[in-house]
């Protein structure tokens, strides 16, 4: 029998005040449930933090730094606002924990898909045309030029928030202007972008595994041996020139012509039985525990 002093106490952290709150649980719990089937390497710790922001281990309401006491890592497991814009990644370095997924500052990059699109123009990589809209200029002129120039249908959704949280397919200018209003209630700021037809596809990028610097998991969707390559070195790309850490996901739409435009890149990814990052990792012959175990000594 091993010594709990040679078990590395991972601290699980799920939950939170965002809109994925119910996405986050299902990431946690399946991240505690795969920990569980390694009992001579770790020892697990639920915190589950409430969507009004309180924090609980053992179903004992703590203060954050003291639920995060004595733990080896954390590993994140929270979705959306404060577990992905980098606000938990921020109390994490502050009190010198180590923990899985990126930086601060990369994770807020990511998270707002305004600042991440301007990245991706920046480096060249394909991605749909867009407007972004605030409270301050969202006013019928706005939309009026947004509709005249943009083919219709039109994309809408939050600028900062999960990959299909307030989106919204909008066809007539009253569908729009309605998309929009819809959308501010989960961000400030808002998308309106051009619908581009074709194939979906998710790719994910791993770091420092089997020999490669970054290396991308089979994408999900339906695509050409020629368009995974594509979609795999965008993904690629995509992770370095935003800066993330340790592993991200980005989301794809490849055209009939199969060129690949880029949607968005999430920089903690869902991961639970029916995720795309499980799949892909089923897709490439990868255990999820044996994926888990690699997080956890990246972020060692």
Known sequence: MVSLKNKIRVGVLRGGPSDEYDVSLRTGAHVLSLL????????????????????HVGGLRKVPHKAVLNL????????????????????????????????????????????????YKLHNLLT??????????FNDDLLINIFR????????????????????????????KLAIKEAFKHSPKVLVEEFIKGKEATCAILENARGHKFYALIPTGDLSPTENKLVEETAKKAHEILGLNHYSS???????????????????????????????????????????????????
């Open 149 to 176: 120039n943009y083919l219709h249908p039109v994309i809408v959704k939050p600028a900062s928030n999960g990959s299909s949280v307030g989106m919204h397919l909008a066809r007539s200018f009253e569908e729009l």
């Open 72 to 119: 080896d890592l954390v590993f994140n497991a929270l979705h959306g606002s404060y577990g992905e814009d980098g606000e938990v990644q921020k109390f994490m370095e502050d009190l010198k924990i180590p923990h899985t997924g990126s930086n601060p500052t990369a994770s807020a990059t990511a998270f707002h898909k305004d600042q991440a699109k301007e990245k």
């Open 36 to 55: 569980r089937e390694m009992p001579e390497k770790f020892e697990p710790v639920d915190i589950l933090i409430s969507k009004e922001g309180d924090w």
């Open 128 to 137: 749909p045309k867009h407007e972004l809209i605030t409270e301050n200029n």
């Open 250 to 300: 980005s989301d794809f739409i490849v055209t009939p012509k199969s060129r690949v435009y880029i949607l968005e890149t999430n920089s903690q990814p869902a991961f639970h039985s029916d995720s795309p990052l499980h799949k892909s990792l089923e897709r490439t012959g990868w255990k999820p525990k044996d994926f888990l175990e690699h997080l956890i000594n990246l972020a060692r």
